[in-house]
Structure formats: C-alpha cells, structure tokens
C-alpha cells in the first residue's frame, strides 16, 4: 500500500523499578517528509541502550521521512500509593529518606555556617533534592531495554497505519488531479487543427500582401525570401503539437498505473512531474491561439499541485 512520509505513532510500557514501585514509559514516533531516511532519537539516559534496536527496526519497515522516536517516563501512581508502607521500612524504595545522608548533610552545613554564619540554612526543597537524601530506585538496565524496545516497535507500528492512511487519502486527491489533466488535454486537443488552419490562413494572408507590395517584374527580393523561411519555420515547429499531446497522456497513465501499485512510489512520481512539467512548457511555447496557451497554463498548474502533494509520498 502507498504511504505518506508523515505521520505519528505512539505506545506505552510499564517498567517495574523494584520495591514495588513502576514507571510508566511512553515512547512516541513521529515522522515528516524527507529526501532519504533520516532517524533522531530523544531518549532519558534509561532508555539510550534501545537505540541501535529501534533503529534497525525502522530501516526494515521505512525508506523514506525524517523520522524521530521520543521517550519519556514517570512514575506510576497507583503502583506508589499501594506500596507507600514499603517505603519506610524498605532503604531502596522511592521516597525512602537516607538518615545517614541526612545527617551528613547537617554536619556539613553546620560547619559551613561556622566558617559562614550569615549563611542562610537549606530549605526543605533543597534538602530533598540534594543527591542521595531522597532514595530513586533506577530498576536494571535489561528492563529499560526490553520496554523501550517494545514500545518503540508498536509506536512505529501505530505510525505506519498512520502513514498508511493518509498515503491512501493522498492517492485520491492524485487521481482527481490526474483526471482534470486528462479533461483538459481531451477539450483542448480535437481542437488544435482548427486553430492551426487559422494560424496558416493568416500566415498565407501576411505573405500574400508581402508578396503584393513588391513591384512586378523585380522579381522578390532578398529579404522577402527571408522573412518568407522565416515564417514557414516558425510554422512548421507550431503546428507540430500531436507529440506533445502523445507523451503528456502517456505520463498520466503511468502516474495513474503507479498510483495503484504497491510500495515507495514517490521518487518515481516526481519524476514524472518533471516530465509532465516538461511537455505542458514545450505545449505552451507552440501555442496557435489563446485558448490553446491558456490550456497549457492550466496543465503546469494542476501539475504544481500534484507535485506538492507527490513530496508527501514515501
């Protein structure tokens, strides 16, 4: 199925950090447009060690998109409610105080305030969050590993349905655009002959009063045969538009046969948008009258349309 190259994806794990207490981990993945596969990782200092994994699974689901995981976690507080009792009697649990800690740390300030006495005392705050006071167990490291693996893979799981959906909303704005070209060049093309017979009525018309104005007898002069070459060279490139025409419809089957195909079709789209950007300029350049001119103007815009939309597909 085609996708798109945006998208977002998120899942989440429990890890168990010991003396009953759990962190709730949440990993997200997230994805924009990009030339090539481009990965980021923006993990806690727990998670770092899933990198290489959660890298090696993308590279096997995605090719194309700026894609970056991001992990983040807290504790469960369910889990700390129900084991609060532990906490007290249990010198590895979260929110266990280290006396001895403790009361290094007011030795210590007690002899700053001898050297210093108009020190102010710590805070509560500061007391707390001074390292090693307030216990914060960290739980191993196979665990952290095992969760943010798991729930990067279904976060990337949960991206590429979203990818997927949207690629699939994509291919129907594509192939409306697709049939207006196809409108376009079906209204404008039976039309071409008729325009090219007034175009060479008029061409007969300038060289008929061109060929008048000279005197009889002089024969034509040098530069009337020239402009005489002139206009029939102009005329032979403006009338000679079927080409044109030809490969214009055979670029919109080929976008239409890629838009129902299977896997990454982007690169190979903006290619045929260049293609089609290509023959709408050339059509345009030939152009024998102003609806003909306006018709190739309304192509390379339905054509830039697309080709803004094709930079979303992977």
Not at 118 to 133: D, H, Y
Not at 174 to 186: D, E, H, R
Not at 295 to 300: D, H, M, N, T
Request: contains cysteine; aromatic residues 4%; negative net charge.
């Amino acid at each position: 199925m085609i996708s798109s190259m945006t998208g977002y994806g998120s899942a989440s794990r429990q890890v168990s950090l010991g003396a009953g207490v759990v962190a709730d981990l949440q990993v997200e993945c997230r994805a924009v447009n990009s030339r090539f596969l481009d990965l980021g990782f923006r993990l806690p200092d727990e998670c770092r060690a899933a990198e290489p994994a959660l890298r090696e699974i993308t590279t096997q689901s995605l090719s194309r998109g700026k894609v970056e995981f991001r992990a983040a976690w807290r504790i469960n507080q369910s889990n700390h409610s129900s084991a609060t009792g532990a906490f007290h009697s249990d010198s590895h649990a979260l929110g266990a105080i280290s006396k001895e800690r403790l009361d290094a740390l007011y030795t210590l300030q007690e002899r700053a305030q001898d050297i210093f006495p108009k020190a102010r005392e710590l805070s509560i705050g500061e007391i707390l969050r001074w390292p090693g006071i307030v216990a914060e167990p960290r739980g191993e490291e196979e665990g952290w590993l095992a969760a943010t693996v798991e729930a990067g893979r279904a976060a990337l799981d949960a991206l590429m349905k979203s990818r997927q959906a949207e690629g699939k909303a994509l291919v129907t704005v594509l192939t409306n655009i697709t049939s207006k070209m196809n409108q376009v060049i079906a209204n404008i093309e039976p039309k071409v002959p008729e325009y090219v017979a007034q175009y060479q009525e008029k061409l007969t018309e300038r060289l008929s009063e061109s060929l008048a104005a000279q005197e009889l007898g002089k024969g034509i002069g040098s530069e009337l045969m020239e402009r005489i070459r002139q206009e029939v060279v102009l005329y032979a490139v403006r009338i000679d538009v079927a080409e044109e025409f030809a490969r214009l419809k055979t670029h919109l089957n080929t976008v239409q046969t890629a838009l129902t195909g299977k896997g990454p079709v982007g690169k190979r789209l903006d290619f045929l948008m260049q293609e089609l950007n290509r023959e709408a300029n050339t059509l345009s350049s030939k152009s024998v009258s102003e609806e003909c001119t306006q018709a190739a103007l309304e192509l390379k815009l339905l054509i830039e349309q697309m080709r803004e939309q094709v930079q979303n597909l992977e």
